[in-house]
């Protein structure tokens, strides 16, 4: 199938990421369930018709499901929009082990999630680790996965090129390495790790969150899934095109994963991929250019 490739470079005035009001009730019409993801239980919040298009938003680190509110609150008219919380975070299962924190399982907790509400297949999108997942996701279940959209998670095979070759890159993911080291999680507290959170209001609920959430589950992500080095070793992440057509979403202001990883992700991909790139936004683009993340997100999916 020939490759279509669509490159958006979105140059931000002042003020045009901004939120679009969130709808006060917001948390009231949210609704809030449990999938059995064998035997661990992944909880998820939902808004929407319950018929409409599925799409499943996975968060990454440090986060849980409220990351996604304003793109729920937009894309709900349309959408039926879960947000899960990854196993460890807030209200999901927290197993022991770094063997439970491998990259298949967190993928089989989105499978379950879908088998749960008893649907064919999803728009699947994730940001940072849940980026990972998202796109492991569409390489090892292309029959659950209608569309993948990624927020500032290069695909893994571009990430593991640049810690093989860019001196930046390898400086940059210093703080990976440090997640990697037994015990680190005891250096972490739940008022740090909502530090990035700009909204005072969201910022206490991330609070509470996080005091829900297991640290030492949270960097078991890093220890059993992210490279090591050296990093000239193979690519843990499987040889396999995605098969969904990708829309990726970058904030350029990103210091923990650079933008040069982005080059070439059109080589493991089977159909067209859009990018947009927003200068001035940081890692947390969803929330940092919340608005024109959704537009973007909707204008694409009614192509």
């Not at 239980?41 to 680190?61: D, R």
Request: charge should be neutral; avoid cysteine.
């Amino acid at each position: 199938m020939k490759l279509r490739t669509l490159l958006l470079s979105v140059w931000m005035l002042l003020g045009l990421g901004s939120a679009l009001a969130l709808d006060p009730d917001f948390d009231k019409k949210v609704k809030h369930d449990y999938a059995d993801s064998n035997g661990v239980k992944i909880h998820f919040a939902a808004l929407g018709e319950p018929t409409a298009p599925l799409i499943v938003m996975i968060h990454g680190f440090p986060d849980f499901w409220y990351s996604w509110r304003d793109q729920m609150d937009a894309l709900s008219k349309s959408y039926y929009t879960v947000a899960i919380d990854q196993r460890g975070y807030n209200l999901s299962d927290k197993p022991k082990g770094v063997e439970n924190y491998d990259m298949s399982l967190l993928v089989g907790d989105v499978a379950a999630v879908i088998k749960h509400l008893k649907r064919e297949k999803a728009i699947i999108v994730g940001h940072d680790w849940g980026g990972a997942v998202a796109w492991t996701f569409a390489m090892t279940m292309p029959q659950l996965t209608d569309k993948l959209v990624i927020l500032n998670l290069p695909h893994p095979k571009g990430l593991a090129r640049e810690l093989a070759n860019n001196p930046a890159q390898q400086k940059n993911s210093q703080y990976a390495r440090n997640f990697q080291q037994e015990g680190f999680h005891k250096n972490l507290k739940a008022e740090q790790l909502a530090g990035w959170v700009k909204d005072p209001e969201a910022k206490k609920k991330y609070i509470e969150a996080f005091h829900k959430s297991d640290f030492e589950a949270m960097l078991h992500y890093y220890q059993r899934n992210y490279p090591r080095e050296p990093y000239d070793q193979p690519n843990r992440f499987p040889d396999i095109k995605v098969k969904a057509s990708v829309l990726m979403i970058h904030g350029l202001g990103d210091t923990a994963l650079l933008p040069g990883a982005l080059n070439n992700t059109w080589e493991w991909l089977e159909k067209d991929l859009t990018l947009v790139t927003i200068p001035g936004a940081t890692h947390f683009v969803q929330q940092d250019a919340s608005d024109l993340v959704t537009r973007s997100i909707r204008m694409w999916l009614g192509r």
